[in-house]
């Protein structure tokens, strides 16, 4: 079981970036395809972006590509995603997870695809 920890959550105004982060404590994260997903107030959670094991492919929800970057450093078993240009819509708990499978190609997750899940950080964009 991957014990997954999130930071880097807060609040920013529209057009800001942050960079949330997550690790594992326990097994590591570095043979797992990552992904993160997201969830908003009364919305069910949704797919945000994926990386396979090596970090050398990612595949981003049409919402967020361009805007959103996610990459890994395997000897620092951490995960990052880089979001600029925020919107108000990208309001929402974010959580990391842990993909039983990594996808080539477009495909879109659901949290049937997760083996682990970090317990969420909070993203707020104001206006």
């Known amino acids: 079981q991957v014990q997954l920890v999130e930071s880097g959550g807060g609040l920013v105004q529209a057009g800001g970036s942050l960079r949330l982060s997550c690790t594992s404590s326990?097994?590591?994260?570095?043979?797992?395809?990552m992904g993160w997903f997201r969830q908003a107030p009364g919305q069910e959670r949704e797919f945000v972006a994926a990386?396979?094991?090596?970090?050398?492919?990612?595949s981003y929800a049409d919402s967020v590509k361009g805007r959103f970057t996610l990459s890994r450093d395997n000897a620092k078993n951490t995960v990052y995603l880089q979001m600029n240009s925020l919107k108000p819509e990208d309001t929402a708990v974010y959580y990391c997870a842990a993909l039983l499978i990594y996808y080539s190609g477009k495909y879109y997750y659901t949290p049937r695809d997760v083996r682990s899940w970090g317990q969420g950080t909070q993203v707020t964009v104001s206006l």
């Open positions: 326990g097994r590591t994260l570095r043979s797992s395809a």
């Open positions: 990386i396979s094991w090596s970090g050398g492919s990612t």
